[in-house]
């Protein structure tokens, strides 16, 4: 009765000026990550979804064909860490 909103949630990554280096791949990222936190974890106290983002906005440098972790935080909706592997790929 109240009409219905409408949450976006997911993963938002905005990679820019890739430069190959020496040794890897230098890049210029902003990864975004959105979601609902657990109705345990608060929710009752406002009858409310509450939405938790992690942002994270940083030029780092990876080596080659080699998986790497660039971000890392505490995942605010449990126990656990939201990582953001990457691994550069040469395409011929």
């Not at 979804?49 to 998986?67: A, L």
Request: glycine share 8%.
């Amino acid at each position: 009765g109240k009409g219905t909103n409408y949450i976006d949630v997911g993963v938002n990554l905005d990679v820019r000026q890739l430069t190959p280096t020496k040794d890897g791949l230098e890049l210029e990222i902003v990864a975004e990550a959105t979601g609902v936190l657990d109705p345990g974890t608060g929710a009752q106290l406002t009858k409310q979804p509450m939405i938790y983002q992690t942002k994270w906005d940083s030029r780092v440098e990876i080596p080659i064909r080699q998986s790497t972790v660039i971000f890392s935080s505490d995942d605010p909706s449990s126990k656990h860490q939201l990582q953001l592997e990457v691994t550069a790929t040469p395409i011929h």
